[in-house]
């Protein structure tokens, strides 16, 4: 037995991340008469949530006309048919709540000439079912509405008594023999102890896995480690090979440019001046979706009509602008311009170039947050690795088979409702309305005081093992060399454009890497105190393990949808393609694949009327 002394915990309920979804959930579940405790590796205020700039949808109608089955059509259109309908029609039909909620917690929205939530336009929103102009849904605090959403949370989370773990690092899942999530084990870096946290619920909130990719707005925090426990759990992951590239990260830097300064007004255009969207989205030009955009962006520089020296990117224009819209509602875009492009937007344009910004997949989970059971790839073999490929017999149907005391919310899990491409600002609103859905439904499945099953030995040794094998030196390659050939590997093998021979090298160059964390790591301290190294191999191979899934399923799906865009299969294939892809891995970098049904059919939360859009052809 691996000699670690525990510290042992036993709590109702275990949300695992303190961003806005972990926040929301904790907030839930603790009105419960819980005992709650929320786990973060990061102080809770400086999660990813906190950098989110342009707004969270809702269809209020504040501005414009609006009605959530407009919001719900575009997101369905906006995920190019792949996202689940009836997760999709409770998050539209809810936001308005949801908003109404973190406004009387205390969110200090923006507020319109008459005084109410004032919202701005954002890309791929109409009215009218897409018939219509733009829809005005997205509510913000200027550009700093994550800001606001997670201090406000945060808030909500100390006045519930919450009670908070902060700089502990999940290190795995307590999945028992009998497949129940019974908690998970913890290492707390200011003092190197390691603690077990035992819970009836534990709620996965531990955000996404951006940093896989060498140029991403996402923090260095962002490594998808509930993810990567997953994997390891032997669980699936969902619909990995959809990363999306946001079309205005700032040249050089790769800091976000919020879509809402195209939301106010700015203009894309190319190195001749050309508003060069009218070739690509002739209707919603600046204002298509991401995928749509990005896509357009490396089509001008691939055609020679990037701006600069090297023509390699293109130019974001708010000179034409009204200078107090800048400064009241895009205050930090012009500080963000000036601090890090030395740029003043009201005079010159921003350079821009598309960057790696979020993760469609995750642990796939049904609309209350519950974690849907999938084929695990628990066996090892030796060899290269290799893909064992979707079996049509392997595909789950819509079953009520679920992980007891799993839940996932946020960016790390997979509900899902953005599919194939995620609108903008329909991220924090995920984190909310699933937030408090996956709270109470974990909360409402435990009965207060119950008694803690006591865990397996083997069970404990085998997270032990795996913590101790990783401290020992075998090599003399520093993780965070590791990390960053994984981060160009992903780059220029699973980018933008996709093709059969370029994901076949990138699996190669992903198996090296396997092969070097397994042999060659070397971890230069030997204390567990803080010890960044550790943290960095930790966090390393999370990335590893989801980009290997990722890569596997952008080399599997041969049609192109959403974010996923393969140049050698250039059409959507809804007869052999409509399905969500599933994807686990081996301890040996293994993958093996299977598919889910897209959940097509949606039914009103309030009335129980039918609603539901068939897939049609996608066009802006
Ligand atoms: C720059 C930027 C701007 C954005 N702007 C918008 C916007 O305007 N509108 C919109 O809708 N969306 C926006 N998004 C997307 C949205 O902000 C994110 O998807 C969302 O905030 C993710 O929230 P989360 O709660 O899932 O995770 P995060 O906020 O990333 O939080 C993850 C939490 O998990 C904890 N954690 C992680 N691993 C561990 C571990 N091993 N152990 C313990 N704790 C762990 C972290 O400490 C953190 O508390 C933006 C994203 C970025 C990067």
Known sequence: MSTYPLIHHHHDLLVVGAGGAGLRASVAASSKSLSVACLSKAPPTRSHTVAAQGGINAALGNRVADDWRWHMYDTIRGSDWLGDQDAIALLCERAPEAIVELESMGM????DENGHIYQRAYGGQSTDYGKGGPAYRACAVADRTGHSLLHTLYGQALRQKVKFFVEYVALDLLLDEEGICRGLLAWRLETGELHLFQAHATIIATGGFGQAYASTTASTICTGDGGGMALRAGLALQDMEFIQFHPTGLYGAGILITEGARGEGAL?????GERFMERYAPNSMELASRDVISRAMM???????GAGAKKDHLLLDLTHLEPNIIDSKLPQIADIARTFGRIDIHKKPIPVLPTVHYTM???PTNKYGEVIKSCGARNTSAGSPSIVAP???????DSQDLIPGLYAVGEAACAS?????RLGCNALLELVVFGKNAGEQAAGAIKHGAA???????LLEQLLARFDELRRPRGGIRPNVIRKQLQQVMHSHAGIFRERALLEEGRKKLHELWELMRHDLHIADRSLLWNNDLLDALETDNLLRQATVAMASAAARTESR????REDFPARDDAHWLKHSLGSVDDEGNVRLASRPVRLTAEEPQTGTAISFAPEERAY
Do not use: C, W, Y
């Open 562 to 565: 959403g974010a996923h865009f």
């Open 299 to 305: 089509q001008e520089i691939m055609a020679g009509r």
């Open 391 to 397: 079996d049509p017999a392997q595909s789950l149907h």
């Open 361 to 363: 997949g995750g642990i």
């Open 268 to 272: 894309l255009k190319n190195t001749l």
């Open 108 to 111: 200090p929205f923006t507020r």
């Open 452 to 458: 803690h099953k006591s865990l397996s030995p083997e």
């Open 417 to 421: 409702v953005h599919g194939a491409n």
